[in-house]
């Protein structure tokens, strides 16, 4: 990328799934990659992978909640380089079950996660992009984000969220060169469901059977994410089902929630994933 000369990125969540797989993508491109995780292990086995994909990786644990660990990654990234060019908000947890059966405890770790890890992501670096004059915040968000499923509550509000943070950062850094991608994939294959809370074993079940379903995977959702930041996109939507539900909600948003309402309420989804 002409626009990132220095080819500098920094992803956090990056010790597994999606986060491991944007890593890896960027090292194909000759990147330096700054891996973060608070999984440090996890962090430092994507920095093997990272070296022998032809980037060049470092790996710095990072709990995302904790604001002084977030700055601390984006002073990592000046010591180590100077500075950075992108930053991946990738960080993510999912939290499934109907509404008030989920513990209040479950609402504030996702919150956390989900929502104030990549606030304190753009609070961190969106300060160094405008000291350097250029730069690119990249927030991993889901179609769950509009989509709006039932008994996914917590994970559709934390990243709807993120999909309004991204919508008011566009305009906001516009004009100092500064571009910002929201990413919203549907299921593919990915861990996710390792660190998942339910309510019960139904809600799970639904989970697991969209992601062993799913066509989709975490290369392929990490190539068009680089694709759409060299385009400097504002929403990253690659698969055919997100492209299809994102146009009938916002087209038709009453045919909508009705369809949803029906699917749902008749057990039409459940049948169809061959949850019991």
């Known amino acids: 990328m002409k626009k990132f000369p220095k080819k500098r990125v920094v992803i956090t969540g990056a010790g597994s799934g999606l986060g491991r797989a944007l890593a890896i993508e960027f090292a194909k491109k000759e990147w330096k990659v700054l891996v973060s995780d608070v999984n440090l292990d996890g962090a430092k086995e994507t920095v093997k992978l990272v070296n022998e994909s032809g980037g060049e990786g470092f790996a710095v644990q990072c709990d995302v909640t904790k604001w002084e660990q977030v700055q601390k990654l984006a002073d990592a990234a000046v010591s180590k380089w100077g500075g950075t060019d992108i930053i ?4 993510g947890v999912l939290n499934v079950g109907v509404m008030e059966k989920v513990k209040l405890e479950d ?3 996702i919150i956390d996660i989900n929502l ?8 961190a670096f969106i300060p160094l992009f405008k000291k350097q004059g250029s730069g690119h915040v990249v927030n991993i968000s889901s179609a769950a984000g ?7 509550g ?7 969220a993120v999909i309004s943070l991204s ?5 906001e ?4 060169n500064i571009g910002v991608t929201v990413v919203c994939p549907t299921f593919f294959k990915t861990n996710l469901l390792d660190q998942t809370r339910s309510t019960d074993k139904k809600s799970y079940d639904r989970m697991d059977a969209f992601f062993n379903k799913s066509m989709g995977s975490a290369e392929g959702v990490s190539r068009h994410i680089i694709k759409c930041v060299k385009k400097n996109k504002t929403y990253a939507i690659k698969q055919p089902d997100a492209k299809l539900w994102w146009s009938i909600k916002r087209h038709f948003p009453n045919f909508y929630i009705k369809l949803q309402s029906f699917v749902f309420g008749r057990g039409i989804l459940d049948k169809a994933m061959g949850v019991k």
């Open 167 to 171: 919508e008011t950062l566009r305009p």
């Open 88 to 91: 991946v908000n990738n960080a």
């Open 116 to 123: 104030m890890g990549v606030i304190h992501g753009c609070k």
């Open 154 to 160: 917590p994970y559709n509000v934390t990243k709807a």
């Open 146 to 152: 509009f989509c709006a499923m039932a008994e996914m």
């Open 173 to 176: 850094l516009k004009y100092q």
């Open 107 to 109: 609402w504030r770790w």
